[in-house]
């Protein structure tokens, strides 16, 4: 058998022997098992894995660059049918830049009440 040491809010793992001494660095905790093979789980304090969720900051920082890279390409596809006098494609664009920014505001208001609920 042996015994199974991890670092807080990390997936870092150390497994040692039961016939080994060891004295764990800084902030590891001895957990109950090995962590999952499959998924990103971190180490908790109370010695079980959890799975590693994304922070409130880094759910909107990658919304905020999916809806930016959406917007700069609808912006490119506006400005050649604007060279083009394609008035169709125009509003086209147009309408698909409103439901772009009705999902933002809809993706934006979701990762708030998911923060609200976690507090």
Do not use: F
Not at 34 to 56: F, I, L, M, N, Q
Not at 61 to 70: H, K, P, R
Not at 100 to 118: A, C, H, P
């Amino acid at each position: 058998m042996s015994k199974i040491y991890a670092v807080i809010g990390t997936n870092l793992m150390t497994v040692v022997a039961d016939s080994v001494r060891y004295n764990p660095a800084t902030n590891e905790v001895l957990m109950q098992s090995e962590r999952p093979a499959e998924g990103d789980y971190v180490a908790s304090a109370d010695g079980t894995w959890k799975k590693d969720e994304p922070t409130t900051e880094e759910k909107l920082a990658a919304l905020d660059a999916s809806y930016t890279a959406q917007k700069q390409e609808l912006a490119n596809e506006y400005t050649d049918a604007l060279i083009h006098a394609d008035t169709d494609a125009q509003e086209l664009v147009q309408h698909e830049m409103t439901e772009l920014d009705e999902w933002y505001d809809e993706e934006y208001r979701k990762i708030e009440e998911e923060n609200e609920e976690g507090e």
